[in-house]
């Protein structure tokens, strides 16, 4: 199974990814309905494949441009938006005598760690992120699927057919991914969110171009390749806009990620 992910929740490798949010850099204008991976491979409106075509469509492929991606978008638009809110501390199982309180201890600051993060990663640019994205998994699941049935969204890739998502919030150690696969014969179809990541919209946009390739390609792509790429920056224009995504096209082009012209 291919599975797409980008690491947060590991602690102690966190602070590297600090550095100064980048401004959004914006270049000629041109109408962003021109991406989209229908445009060269998919089937605009949805393949209408079977929930195991899709899935072979997009397994056991290689990934050559995932770094290169996740590279770009952090330049585009950085994960950490907040550098200046001080990281808790964990506490040290050396500094308590009693376990319990040893626990407790470290209960609260997962609590703290929880909230810290929300905090620094929290990008909402969008209307209907300013209507749904409060930090909750219920907001998490209201924009996606406010997303996922807008109009321009349906005309493009379809409704998913029997690939249709379950939408998960965790505290997994990746900002975000979709799945499509099988396990122990059932179907699954999961986008999920790390919680860390439940007000930054950016992160949300990037998994749904991943499901939106999955459910509209009609040949075999790779998880981060042309078709990708050509969706990711179609819906960030639908959704945050053209200055974002034209940024976006940007530094995927400085990059070499390929977006297929």
């Not at 200046?84 to 407790?104: G, H, I, L, S, V």
């Not at 999961?190 to 919209?201: D, H, Q």
């Given at each position: 199974?291919?599975?797409?992910?980008?690491?947060?929740?590991?602690?102690?490798d966190?602070?590297?990814?600090?550095?100064?949010a980048?401004?959004?850099?914006?270049?000629?204008?041109?109408?962003?309905?021109?991406h989209?991976s229908?445009?060269?491979?998919?089937?605009?409106?949805?393949?209408g494949?079977t929930?195991r075509?899709m899935?072979q469509l997009?397994?056991?492929?290689?990934?050559s441009m995932?770094?290169?991606?996740?590279?770009?978008?952090?330049?585009?638009?950085?994960?950490?938006?907040?550098?200046?809110t001080?990281?808790?501390?964990?506490?040290?199982?050396?500094?308590?005598d009693?376990?319990?309180?040893?626990?407790?201890a470290?209960?609260?600051?997962?609590?703290?760690?929880?909230?810290?993060?929300k905090?620094?990663t929290?990008?909402i640019?969008?209307?209907?992120?300013?209507?749904?994205?409060?930090?909750?998994?219920t907001?998490?699941?209201?924009?996606v699927?406010d997303?996922?049935r807008?109009?321009?969204?349906?005309e493009?890739?379809?409704?998913g057919?029997?690939?249709?998502?379950?939408i998960?919030?965790?505290s997994?150690?990746?900002?975000?991914?979709y799945?499509?696969?099988?396990?122990?014969?059932?179907?699954?179809s999961?986008?999920?969110?790390?919680r860390g990541y439940?007000?930054?919209e950016?992160?949300?946009?990037?998994?749904?171009a991943h499901?939106a390739?999955?459910i509209?390609a009609?040949?075999?792509?790779?998880?981060?390749?042309?078709?990708?790429?050509?969706?990711h920056i179609?819906?960030?224009?639908?959704?945050?806009?053209?200055?974002?995504a034209?940024?976006?096209?940007?530094?995927?082009?400085e990059?070499?990620?390929?977006?297929g012209?």
């Amino acid at each position: 199974m291919n599975k797409e992910s980008r690491t947060f929740m590991e602690v102690e490798d966190f602070e590297s990814m600090f550095a100064q949010a980048s401004v959004v850099i914006k270049h000629e204008q041109h109408d962003q309905k021109t991406h989209g991976s229908w445009a060269i491979s998919g089937q605009k409106g949805g393949s209408g494949f079977t929930h195991r075509m899709m899935y072979q469509l997009k397994r056991n492929r290689a990934d050559s441009m995932a770094k290169k991606v996740y590279e770009a978008e952090e330049k585009n638009h950085s994960q950490i938006q907040d550098t200046k809110t001080p990281q808790p501390t964990a506490p040290n199982r050396a500094d308590f005598d009693e376990y319990d309180d040893y626990n407790n201890a470290h209960k609260k600051y997962s609590k703290d760690f929880l909230a810290w993060s929300k905090k620094v990663t929290t990008s909402i640019i969008s209307p209907l992120a300013e209507k749904h994205l409060d930090g909750t998994p219920t907001g998490v699941n209201g924009y996606v699927r406010d997303v996922l049935r807008q109009d321009w969204f349906v005309e493009a890739f379809g409704n998913g057919g029997e690939a249709k998502p379950q939408i998960k919030v965790s505290s997994a150690g990746e900002a975000g991914s979709y799945q499509i696969g099988f396990k122990n014969g059932n179907p699954y179809s999961v986008l999920t969110i790390n919680r860390g990541y439940s007000k930054n919209e950016p992160t949300m946009i990037h998994e749904i171009a991943h499901y939106a390739t999955t459910i509209s390609a009609t040949t075999s792509h790779d998880g981060h390749g042309v078709e990708f790429a050509r969706n990711h920056i179609f819906i960030a224009g639908e959704v945050m806009g053209e200055s974002f995504a034209d940024g976006l096209e940007k530094v995927y082009r400085e990059a070499g990620v390929e977006i297929g012209d």
